[in-house]
């Protein structure tokens, strides 16, 4: 524990050594913190943020250096309440953030939880140690769950751009919660979507990959949440786990397959049957259940025009035929689909 103030120091390690039967080293400052640390290995590390010579912010950057700490659980503790100041601990990596004053349970409670989730990450993955490349795909899950959740996030609104063609890759993107959409441009200016996304999903990656500038452009279809992962991190990890290179090799896989169909679709499709795919290609992407054959989804006629390839107003002749031939209707500004399974079975 790395505490300037005396009383806080030796209440908090009274509470810990008699209610949860932990030994506690103590520190009064960052610089002997990071020194303690470093000699000791602990299991999880409580530190204050304003402390004399180095403050916790510096503790937690030394330690985050070293590879035999940078891994240990660490909780900030202190009288700093302000958003900013959260964000900027977490950030930086710190597994939780406790504000003065707290009380036993809530400094009990985030002790045990770090301890447990620590614990079950060695128990996993201790018997893999002599193969990385044998992971799970539910341990590759796990893993890259950990990289998202010490990620910064980011909200963006509706048709807010996120990169665009030309930009330098700096983060790879994880959809926490909404959805994003691809684009390109053609040489009029219109747009040409190449892609949704929806909660769970990774993009950028491409570029990150290949070291190269962004070659279409991405914005939020609606309003979303998204993990920033810097490439730096993202790389570490791939360095460490080579095995989960091979996963985001299946990706790529995967978004060739897509563009190809895509372009097929392009190529000999009719537009009734381009316009069916590109609802179906929305409505899998909101629904809760893959076996849900009914949906309302949310995309306005600009961004399923620039999907089907074709113009605003082939769309609105299309949905007023959907809606005749009762496949569709209107539910305010949202598109209410009555079975996903019948547009799929449109032909030309």
Do not use: W
């Amino acid at each position: 524990m790395v505490e300037d103030n005396l009383e806080i120091r030796e209440s908090t390690a009274e509470i810990l050594e008699l209610t949860g039967g932990y030994e506690v080293l103590q520190a009064e400052n960052g610089k002997e913190g990071v020194e303690m640390a470093m000699q000791h290995i602990p299991d999880l590390i409580l530190c204050d943020i304003m402390m004399p010579e180095l403050d916790g912010y510096g503790v937690l950057y030394m330690l985050s250096k070293h590879e035999q700490t940078m891994h240990i659980p660490f909780i900030f503790l202190t009288a700093k309440s302000e958003r900013v100041d959260m964000r900027k601990a977490m950030e930086m990596g710190a597994d939780d953030y406790l504000v003065k004053p707290f009380d036993d349970l809530e400094l009990l409670n985030s002790i045990e939880s770090r301890l447990k989730k620590r614990e079950s990450l060695q128990t996993l993955f201790a018997h893999k140690s002599s193969n990385p490349l044998s992971l799970s795909d539910e341990e590759q899950d796990l893993m890259l769950n950990e990289l998202v959740n010490e990620a910064r996030v980011k909200v963006y609104k509706k048709k807010q751009l996120i990169y665009e063609e030309g930009d330098s890759p700096v983060y790879v993107y994880y959809v926490k919660s909404g959805k994003v959409r691809t684009f390109l441009y053609y040489q009029d200016g219109r747009e040409l979507t190449t892609s949704i996304l929806s909660a769970t999903e990774f993009f950028g990656y491409e570029s990150v990959l290949l070291n190269e500038k962004y070659t279409d452009n991405a914005s939020a279809l609606e309003d979303t949440e998204v993990a920033l992962i810097p490439k730096e991190k993202f790389f570490e990890l791939m360095f460490n786990k080579p095995v989960l290179a091979s996963k985001f090799i299946k990706l790529l896989s995967g978004n060739v397959k897509e563009k190809e169909e895509q372009m097929l679709g392009f190529a000999y499709d009719s537009v009734r049957k381009r316009v069916a795919n590109t609802l179906v290609q929305v409505a899998v992407k909101s629904v809760s259940d893959e076996n849900q054959d009914e949906v309302v989804i949310r995309v306005s006629r600009d961004d399923l025009a620039a999907l089907a390839g074709t113009a605003n107003e082939t769309i609105s002749r299309m949905l007023a035929d959907f809606k005749e031939e009762k496949l569709i209707t209107k539910v305010g500004n949202a598109i209410r689909i009555f079975s996903i399974r019948k547009l799929k079975n449109i032909r030309q």
